[in-house]
């Protein structure tokens, strides 16, 4: 067993990686909105970066442990507690069965993830175990989670198995949750965590592209359509604030600000989109697509966020104010393999950690 769903809050889901290979039959790519702390969280617990996890969005879920487990959280701050004390996030934490974990209201950011040592271990569909809530299929029957739900945890790997033989960790793993755990499991105590930390690069919706007077900044790439917007709206696009609206979800962001105008109205031919998608449709008010986003659209694209900067986009909340910044897709491309190479620098770290 993993764990048990005592309340789901207002939006769990299971996701992964994404199931990558059918857009072009239709099937959206989905998988964690904010990658970064899947893949964080993940690697924290010896997972594969992919592993199936928890999403939780705004609102935090009720969970029970039904086995001892190694877990790690990271994204949106949903002041995770158990046994009356804060569960730190960015780290391995070893919890004791029958252990209720409880989460509240993001304070910032908007996607918070649950990994368990093992991933959750739910049938994967189309390659994914991810859920995709519109085409009814992936994680728990293609639904988010409620009340009642079990959610196996799979076999963890020989590197999280260590501090979890014998029920509790132990002197295998002196530089892991073990060197924690073990007096703690001795104690009777309900929980354990060791004194390093992952964070802050888990939790995407913080740091310096976030700021009292600009809100979130998403670096993003003018795209072919550009020339089809007003020069007026091609300025106003990458000058003026938009607010996020409060009907956005894992589709889409959706934008309230300045509208856009094309310089003709006219019928564009559908053709495949992609999450980063700035579309605009007839009412000039952008949509910024997420991992859930459809594979075709017609409206037309101003530009695309940089890939690097889409776990940013996943931590926006209703309300929250957005801008964006042009850059060239060289430097996106720069970005992403700078992000890419300090992913692998923080694998590497935590093998160091973990036995």
């Known amino acids: 067993m993993g764990l048990i769903v005592r309340s789901p809050g207002l939006l769990t889901t299971v996701q992964d990686g994404g199931r990558a290979g059918y857009r072009a039959i239709g099937v959206a790519a989905g998988g964690a909105m904010d990658e970064v702390a899947l893949r964080t969280a993940n690697l924290i617990v010896g997972n594969p970066e992919g592993a199936a996890a928890l999403e939780m969005t705004l609102a935090g879920a009720e969970l029970e442990a039904a086995d001892d487990l190694l877990i790690a959280v990271t994204g949106a701050e949903m002041s995770p507690a158990a046994d009356g004390g804060r569960l730190p996030m960015g780290r391995p934490v070893w919890v004791r069965r029958g252990t209720v974990i409880r989460f509240g209201r993001a304070a910032r950011g908007c996607r918070a993830y649950v990994a368990v040592a093992g991933g959750i271990d739910v049938p994967p569909v189309l390659g994914g175990r991810g859920t995709d809530i519109r085409a009814g299929f992936g994680g728990a029957d293609g639904r988010p989670l409620r ?209």
């Open 147 to 355: 009340a009642g739900d079990a959610l196996p945890a799979g076999a963890p790997s020989a590197r999280a198995a260590a501090p979890r033989a014998g029920g509790a960790p132990g002197a295998g793993a002196p530089a892991g949750a073990g060197a924690a755990a073990a007096p703690a499991a001795a104690a009777g105590r309900a929980w354990a965590a060791p004194g390093w930390c992952a964070l802050p690069g888990g939790f995407a919706g913080g740091g310096s592209a976030r700021d009292a007077a600009d809100g979130v900044v998403l670096r993003a790439v003018p795209f072919a359509d550009t020339d089809a917007f007003t020069a007026e709206s091609r300025e106003r696009f990458f000058r003026e604030p938009y607010t996020a609206a409060p009907d956005s979800d894992r589709m889409g962001v959706r934008l309230a600000g300045p509208p856009l105008s094309l310089t003709v109205r006219t019928e564009m031919r559908s053709r495949g989109v992609l999450p980063g998608a700035v579309q605009v449709p007839s009412g000039g008010q952008p949509i910024v697509l997420g991992a859930d986003c459809q594979t075709t659209g017609g409206y037309p694209v101003i530009a695309h966020v940089a890939a690097v900067d889409l776990p940013l986009l996943a931590q926006v909340r209703p309300g929250d104010r957005v801008r964006f910044r042009p850059v060239g897709l060289d430097e996106a491309h720069r970005l992403l393999l700078r992000r890419e190479a300090n992913m692998r620098l923080l694998a590497a770290g935590l093998r160091c950690r973990l036995p």
